[in-house]
T-cell receptor
Framework: DSGVTQTPKHLITATGQRVTLRCSPR?????VYWYQQSLDQGLQFLIQ???????AKGNILERFSAQQFPDLHSELNLSSLELGDSALYFC????????????FGQGTRLTVV | GQQLNQSPQSMFIQEGEDVSMNCTSS?????WLWYKQDPGEGPVLLIA?????ELTSNGRLTAQFGITRKDSFLNISASIPSDVGIYFC????????????????FGQGTILTVHP
């Protein structure tokens, strides 16, 4: 158990809908990262937050957004969903911004139908 | 953007054999990490490397940070069936300004199959 909790574990939704994925980092970790894993793209970095502020952005679509709350949990919002958004979405956390020993949650499997 | 070339893409070995996989980059990295992912699970950190030339072991696993800072390898000795899974390398590249705020770039993974 990495200590990073993601909910829900599975999500099935229709195209055009909006979903929210939730992540609770390890106790004490200030940095949260979101990754998308699909069969053809591997693990792709989406976005990082550190202590509530956005710190780094990857190839995150404009339809996607994230935030980190004062209690350090994070949410990834995916809107206007398309079939191609079906993937595993992972959250990871680490103690510091530049400490990259990131620990991953079990992921949310999103299926868009 | 940054790319990591991880090889081989897959390996089929007999239990007891040693395994070697590597990652190369066109850019300099200041951190190399190796993860293992089991089906339906998140990647689990195996080894972290922070210095060029660093050689680190974790049980039967050994990894090295290449001296050029553009490559890393992972060796698994005396493989066992539970070593089955996907192994990923990941690196933290150096961007202009010297920091990259923990953004990790992942290799495409090596699928390891161990036959008993």
């Amino acid at each position: 158990d990495s200590g990073v909790t993601q909910t829900p574990k599975h999500l099935i939704t229709a195209t055009g809908q909006r979903v929210t994925l939730r992540c609770s980092p390890r106790s004490g970790d200030l940095s949260v990262y979101w990754y998308q894993q699909s069969l053809d793209q591997g693990l792709q970095f989406l976005i990082q937050y550190y202590n509530g502020e956005e710190r780094a952005k990857g190839n995150i679509l404009e339809r996607f957004s994230a935030q980190q709350f004062p209690d350090l949990h994070s949410e990834l919002n995916l809107s206007s969903l398309e079939l191609g958004d079906s993937a595993l979405y992972f959250c990871a956390s680490s103690a510091q911004t530049q400490n990259t020993e990131a620990f991953f949650g079990q992921g949310t499997r999103l299926t868009v139908v | 953007g940054q790319q990591l070339n991880q090889s081989p893409q897959s390996m089929f070995i007999q239990e007891g054999e040693d395994v070697s996989m590597n990652c190369t980059s066109s850019s300099i990295f200041n951190t190399w990490l190796w993860y293992k992912q089991d089906p339906g699970e998140g990647p689990v950190l195996l080894i972290a490397l922070y210095k060029a030339g660093e050689l680190t072991s974790n049980g039967r696993l050994t990894a090295q940070f290449g001296i050029t800072r553009k490559d890393s390898f992972l060796n698994i000795s005396a493989s066992i069936p539970s070593d089955v899974g996907i192994y990923f390398c990941a690196g933290q590249p150096i961007y202009a300004g010297g920091t990259s705020y923990g953004k990790l770039t992942f290799g495409q993974g090596t699928i390891l199959t161990v036959h008993p």
